[in-house]
C-alpha cells in the first residue's frame, strides 16, 4: 500500500524552502570577494539612509546659510543657491535612490515575472501574444519614453516608480519565460500532472520555487536601472522637487553653473555616490553570477 504525501500548506512550503536556501546560499556567497564588497558598500548606504537624522547636521530641505558657500567646518560640502546644506541633502538622498530602486524593481519583477510564467507554462495564443507586446516594450527608446510619460502624469516620486517599473520588467519576463519553459517538460512536473495536481498548484510549488534565482538576480539588476533612471529624470529637470535626491542635487547644480564656476564640490559628490551604490548592486550581482554558475566558481 502507497502512503500517502502529506500535504503542506503553501506558505509553510515556502517558508521552510526559502529558509533552507537562504543558509545554503550564504554559506556559498560569503566566498565571493566582489560579493561581499558589493554587500559592504549597499549596506553602508543603507545605514546611511536609515540614521540620516543622526548623520545630518541640518534639514536638508531649508536655508541655513549664504547661498553658493564652499565647503567648510559649518557646511563640509558647501551651500546651493537656495543656502541649503549640500552634504545633508546627499545623506538625505540615499533614501530616495534606495525606495525607488527597491520598489520600481519588485514592480518590474512582480509584472515580468506573472507574465513570463504564464507565457512559459501555458504556450500557445497566450505565449504569442504576451511575448509580442514583450517585444513591443522592448523595442521602446526607455529614456524617452520615461520623460513623456513623467510629463503627462506628473513628476511626483511614486509617478517616477510606477513608471520606471512598466518600462523595465521585460528582461525578467524572458528569462522567467525560459526557465518555465523548460521546467514544465522536466519528469518531476510531468509526475506532478499525471497525479491530477493543478495549474496552481504546479506553477506555485513547482515551476516558481525553481525561478528563483533567475528572479533574485534580475531584481538586482533592476534596483540599478531604477537607480539610474531616476538620476536621469532627476536631472533633466523631470524629477519631484518635494524630495532631494542625488538627481535633483545634480540638476540644482547645473542650473547654478557648478560646471563652468567650478565648484566641483556640488557635483562630484552625488555623481559619485551614484557610481558606487550601482556598482555596489553590480558587483553583488557578479556574486549571485558565481553562486548560481558552478562553472564560475571553479575558476
Known amino acids: 500500500m502507497i502512503k500517502q504525501e502529506k500535504t503542506i500548506p503553501i506558505r509553510k512550503f515556502y517558508k521552510n524552502m526559502l529558509w533552507k536556501k537562504a543558509k545554503s546560499f550564504w554559506v556559498t556567497y560569503k566566498t565571493t570577494k566582489i560579493g561581499l564588497t558589493g554587500l559592504i558598500m549597499v ?12 548623520i545630518t547636521p541640518y534639514n536638508p530641505m531649508k536655508s541655513v546659510g549664504e547661498p553658493l558657500l564652499p565647503p567648510s567646518p559649518s557646511y563640509l560640502l558647501g551651500t546651493d543657491q537656495l543656502g541649503r546644506d549640500i552634504f545633508s541633502g546627499l545623506i538625505y538622498g540615499t533614501r530616495i535612490s534606495l525606495m525607488v530602486g527597491a520598489l520600481a524593481s519588485a514592480i518590474s519583477v512582480l509584472i515580468g515575472t506573472m507574465i513570463g510564467i504564464i507565457s512559459g507554462y501555458y504556450g500557445g495564443l497566450r505565449d504569442s501574444l504576451l511575448m509580442r507586446i514583450t517585444d513591443t516594450f522592448i523595442i ?11 510629463s503627462f502624469l506628473g513628476s511626483g516620486i511614486h509617478v517616477i516608480i510606477i513608471v520606471t517599473a512598466v518600462l523595465v520588467w521585460t528582461g525578467t519576463a524572458r528569462m522567467v519565460r525560459s526557465q518555465a519553459l523548460s521546467l514544465k517538460e522536466r519528469p518531476f512536473v510531468e509526475a506532478t500532472r499525471a497525479v491530477g495536481a493543478h495549474d496552481f498548484r504546479i506553477i506555485f510549488r513547482h515551476i516558481l520555487p525553481n525561478t528563483f534565482p533567475v528572479i533574485f538576480a534580475n531584481a538586482i539588476l533592476g534596483i540599478v536601472d531604477a537607480i539610474l ?3 536621469g529624470i532627476s536631472f533633466l529637470g523631470y524629477g519631484d522637487p518635494f524630495y532631494l ?12 553653473g557648478a560646471l563652468v564656476t567650478g565648484r566641483y564640490w556640488y557635483m562630484i559628490p552625488p555623481g559619485l555616490c551614484i557610481m558606487l551604490l550601482t556598482a555596489g548592486f553590480a558587483f553583488i550581482s557578479h556574486g549571485l553570477d558565481q553562486v548560481l554558475n558552478p562553472r564560475l566558481r571553479r575558476r
Open 43 to 54: 549596506l553602508s548606504f543603507m545605514f546611511m539612509a536609515i540614521f540620516a537624522p543622526f
Open 140 to 150: 521602446l527608446p526607455t529614456l524617452p519614453m520615461m520623460l513623456i510619460l513623467v
Open 229 to 231: 533612471a531616476e538620476a
Open 245 to 256: 535626491s542625488w538627481g535633483m542635487i545634480l540638476n540644482y547644480a547645473q542650473k547654478a
